[in-house]
């Protein structure tokens, strides 16, 4: 058994200045900037909402989802079974692409409430 659930939304920043588009979304979205540093911008929301998180990347500038979980392995093997593919391991996370073709990312719990507001799936 192991937990999942969406975690954070991710806005892909392609090269440019990530501070600037920090101010942006953080106005944009009524949110205060938070903490970051080179590669990633935190904007902090209401506790319990999603994380909104900036990202420098070097590919087109886009909108990925995080999902979290309890298990890495067991939540990707689940989204296998629904048609995902698996993409590659980048650090402590797993790129996949759903059979839509939307990347997203698998990653370790991120919020605090994490326990209390994950589903419970049943590992086959």
Same mark, same amino acid.
Do not use: N
């Given at each position: 058994m192991h937990k999942s659930r969406l975690g954070v939304v991710v806005i892909d920043c392609e090269g440019g200045d990530l501070e600037q588009?920090? #101010?942006f979304w953080s106005r944009a979205l009524g949110r205060a900037v938070g903490k970051g540093d080179d590669r990633? $911008? %935190?904007l902090a929301g209401p506790d319990g909402e !999603?994380? $909104? !998180?900036?990202? #420098?990347v070097e590919h087109p500038?886009? =909108?990925h989802l995080d999902i979290e979980t309890d298990d890495l392995e067991a939540e990707v093997a689940r989204l296998e079974k629904l048609g995902a593919k698996r993409i590659g391991a980048v650090k402590r996370w797993v790129v996949m692409e759903a059979p839509t073709g939307h990347r997203f990312? =698998? $990653?370790r719990p991120q919020r605090p409430d994490f326990e209390s507001g994950a589903m419970e799936? $049943? %590992?086959?």
């Amino acid at each position: 058994m192991h937990k999942s659930r969406l975690g954070v939304v991710v806005i892909d920043c392609e090269g440019g200045d990530l501070e600037q588009a920090a #101010k942006f979304w953080s106005r944009a979205l009524g949110r205060a900037v938070g903490k970051g540093d080179d590669r990633y $911008v %935190d904007l902090a929301g209401p506790d319990g909402e !999603l994380r $909104v !998180l900036l990202q #420098k990347v070097e590919h087109p500038s886009r =909108v990925h989802l995080d999902i979290e979980t309890d298990d890495l392995e067991a939540e990707v093997a689940r989204l296998e079974k629904l048609g995902a593919k698996r993409i590659g391991a980048v650090k402590r996370w797993v790129v996949m692409e759903a059979p839509t073709g939307h990347r997203f990312c =698998v $990653v370790r719990p991120q919020r605090p409430d994490f326990e209390s507001g994950a589903m419970e799936w $049943v %590992d086959e």
